[in-house]
């Protein structure tokens, strides 16, 4: 390159070289995506206090359950419980900041498809869940060996293989129902509050729904995410029937939003 | 090359971008100018995707940036230097976009030094960050890729004038290795200094487009006499229409040789005569964007 200047006749003529760019991999997208999440200060924190919860959940199952109740089920129900509320969050801000934070206008111009990065979004927000379980069934192995031996019980290991993967399956429900709230809503403050409605305000009102009208309580196991979620985390989804209410709930609250809220994402404007 | 060709883009009850055409050619600086609301950021969302268009069409020599495999290495886009996510480090930022474009992150060091942004200020997060260091990060983002073609909103704004110099020479060096600079901007004599060509654009449309000098020529003549007055009944008597300005100076779109003949033959000494380049993009930009403006400036 010379740093001559050019008369803007031959500049006009000259065509700039076009290199041979190859298409960005979707590994890549994906890299980016989980360097995403926790690169920023509310990301790192998420991460870190998906360790702390852990520690402090089993801590306090060690401190306060009585002997014969120091087994693997308490301590899982008990890491649990913190999982279940900060997954979500992680999937929600995985796909909102983009808009709420205005980060979208450098993404989507280094990835013009939209399609692919929020595919790549999804694939890291699976990867987040199923690695923070493995983690948190780790630590909750560990207390169960320490509360074992403190209480001097013999140490109970009462989860199934089975059982543990309905339970990751319940979370990434979870955090599917969130990343939906994301991809719908497009706002932060907007998704976790929806998150916290469907997951808190919904289930009460259906079940006071199921309990004055027959017909209802019936039906409410086919259109209630949280009744099959639950299920799920206490590993009781066995049958065929209750497998097809969990698909069934699933197509209602994250497949067909999902999929009405991904057009819309693609067509609308990246402000 | 940036071709935009009768390119439409209609909201609810108002038409934004209305048949907008140009084009950004190689080796040239393009100023694109217009009033707040004009259509500026509109049109360049457009051009980047960020945008759908109702109709017509926006292409990066010849491609549309949707399509490109990997456009962050064939375009640099600073569409709005405070769109970042405010809890991330300047250095994230940058290393995230070298990431997406599978670039080494060797380039992350080399820009920040191009922008001067020093290693401290590098590791803060952005919310911490003046507008002008946003600006800074911004333009070293859209630089990340040694991309052929540069499409910035704005980029002068919030910079120190040191940092203005620095952006111009940048720019001109751009343009001279052969690439091609579209920047709009509403500092005018940041654009007249810099720009080889100029598209004006008010509500939407195109109201002038060309070389910086066809549209100045077109500016006119300014003179100045001890008696304006004399010299501005001096030229309508010769026929040629003038402005008396508040300045004490007489405009008209007649040539500067035609003005100091009736000058002489009135026998009126002028104390200036020029073609009105020095304040002509002020003019022109109000002139030509005047039906538009907010505050009504007169022509």
């Known amino acids: ?271 | 090359m940036i071709t935009v060709d009768s390119l439409t883009r209609k909201y609810a009850g108002f038409t934004a971008v209305d048949d907008v055409s140009f084009t950004a050619r190689p080796g040239r600086v393009t100023g694109f100018l217009g009033p707040n609301g004009a259509g500026k950021s509109t049109t360049m969302r457009v051009m980047v995707g960020l945008t759908a268009p109702t109709s017509g069409t926006a292409t990066i020599d010849g491609v549309r940036y949707a399509d490109l495999p990997n456009p962050g290495l064939e375009v640099g886009v600073l569409l709005d230097a405070s769109a970042q996510h405010a809890g991330r480090t300047g250095r994230e930022i940058l290393t995230v976009a070298v990431d997406t474009m599978g670039l080494p992150r060797t380039r992350v060091d080399e820009m920040l030094e191009l922008v001067s942004l020093t290693p401290t200020e590098a590791k803060r997060r952005v919310r911490n960050y003046s507008l002008g260091m946003r600006q800074r990060l911004g333009i070293a983002t859209a630089l990340l890729g040694d991309p052929k073609v540069l499409i910035l909103d704005e980029p002068a704004n919030g910079l120190d004038p040191a940092g203005i110099r620095w952006m111009r020479d940048l720019l001109r060096g751009y343009a001279n290795q052969g690439g091609t600079v579209l920047l709009s901007s509403h500092l005018l004599h940041e654009i007249e200094v810099i720009a080889d060509d100029l598209v004006v654009i008010g509500n939407g449309r195109i109201v002038a487009s060309g070389t910086k000098e066809q549209l100045l020529a077109a500016a006119g003549t300014l003179a100045r006499a001890a008696s304006p007055r004399d010299l501005a009944h001096a030229l309508e008597q010769a026929g040629i229409p003038s402005n008396l300005a508040g300045d004490g100076s007489v405009r008209t779109d007649a040539d500067p040789a035609h003005v100091g003949s009736v000058a002489l033959a009135a026998g009126i000494a002028l104390t200036e005569l020029r073609s009105a380049e020095g304040a002509g993009l002020e003019d022109m930009f109000l002139s030509l964007t005047a039906d538009t403006q907010r505050e009504g400036v007169a022509a």
């Not at chain 1, 994906?30 to 089993?58: D, P, Q, Y």
């Not at chain 1, 979208?104 to 929020?118: A, D, N, Q, Y």
């Not at chain 1, 990343?179 to 907007?190: D, E, I, K, Q, Y």
């Not at chain 1, 991904?262 to 402000?271: A, C, D, Y």
């Open chain 1, 1 to 271: 390159m010379t740093a001559t200047t050019i008369s803007p006749d031959t500049a006009a003529a000259v065509e700039p070289v076009r290199r041979t760019a190859r298409s960005i991999p979707t590994t890549r997208l994906v890299k980016v995506e989980l360097r995403k999440m926790f690169n920023t200060r509310s990301g790192c924190w998420m991460l870190v206090s998906i360790g702390v919860l852990s520690v402090i959940a089993t801590g306090a199952v060690i401190i306060f359950a009585p002997d014969e109740a120091v087994n693997y089920t308490n301590f899982a129900t008990a890491l649990g419980f913190p999982m279940s509320v900060i997954l979500p969050m992680i999937a929600i801000l995985s796909v909102t900041s983009e808009w709420s934070q205005r980060s979208g206008l450098t993404t989507f111009t280094l990835m013009p498809s939209r399609g692919r990065v929020i595919g790549a979004k999804a694939i890291a927000t699976l990867l987040v869940g199923v690695v923070s379980m493995a983690v948190a069934f780790a630590i909750g192995a560990l207390g169960n060996v320490i509360g074992s031996n403190l209480a001097g019980v013999d140490t109970v290991w009462d989860v199934t293989l089975v059982d543990a993967s309905q339970i990751v399956l319940g979370n990434v429900v979870g955090m599917a129902i969130g990343f939906t709230l994301g991809v719908v809503l497009r706002n932060s403050p907007a998704a976790i509050v929806g998150y916290f409605v469907v997951s808190l305000v919904l289930p009460g009102i259906l079940a006071l729904l199921a309990q004055v009208r027959e017909w209802f309580a019936d039906l409410q196991p086919w259109i209630d995410w949280n009744y099959t979620q639950v299920n799920l985390f206490e590993g009781a989804t066995d049958t065929g029937r209750e497998w097809a209410m969990l698909g069934s709930t699933t197509s209602i609250w994250i497949v067909a939003p999902l999929v009405v809220g991904l057009w819309f994402l693609r067509h609308s404007e990246v402000k």
